[in-house]
């Protein structure tokens, strides 16, 4: 029989490692669209994005459909390497994140605090302006990981300051 306290660890690494691959699959998605967007690059922005609509079966007719194709005329090569710029920065952050959580290193879990926060205005925005299931859901799982990591950060505190007591 284990006792509590590896317990209580085996499944703080389950949820961190949970986390991680969330951040993971997060830095994925970014990857698969930097090299979306550098396949665009050698290409017109509206002749891809009018097949896009086209393999989507989305009329160009469509008032949405026709502010994207008039968003893709806009873009210009140095716009297209800008996002895939920001895009690498983003996959850095979350793999490095990953990595952190999945090895339960601190710097990791501060990584998913900040980084976590950071979103929550976002995510506020986006619930009063188009309320649905998806973004109440990804304001959920964003907020019960922020609390999770507070209170890693709190017990490791805490915990270090009964090792600093103990040893006085």
């Known amino acids: 029989m284990l006792s509590p306290t590896v317990q209580a660890s085996r499944v703080q690494l389950r949820v961190l490692r949970a986390v991680a691959a969330l951040e993971w699959a997060k830095a994925a998605l970014a990857l698969a669209g930097a090299c979306g967007v550098v396949l665009v690059i050698r290409h017109d922005p509206w002749d891809v994005a009018n097949s896009l609509l086209d393999f989507l079966h989305i009329s ?7 502010m994207f194709l008039d968003w893709a005329d806009t873009l210009t090569t ?15 952050l979350r793999s490095a994140e990953g990595y952190g959580l999945w090895n339960a290193r601190p710097w990791g879990e501060w990584i998913a ?13 986006a619930i009063v302006h188009h309320p649905n299931l998806f973004h109440f859901g990804v304001f959920a799982v964003n907020v019960a990981v922020v609390l999770y990591m507070v209170r890693l ?14 040893a006085q």
């Open 113 to 125: 605090l900040v980084s976590g926060t950071i979103y929550f205005p976002f995510e506020v925005v």
């Open 78 to 92: 140095s716009k297209l390497w800008a996002v895939v710029a920001v895009a690498f920065v983003y996959i850095l």
């Open 153 to 166: 950060r709190l017990d490791a505190l805490r915990h270090r300051a009964q090792k600093e007591t103990k």
């Open 60 to 66: 160009p007719d469509n008032h949405f459909a026709q």
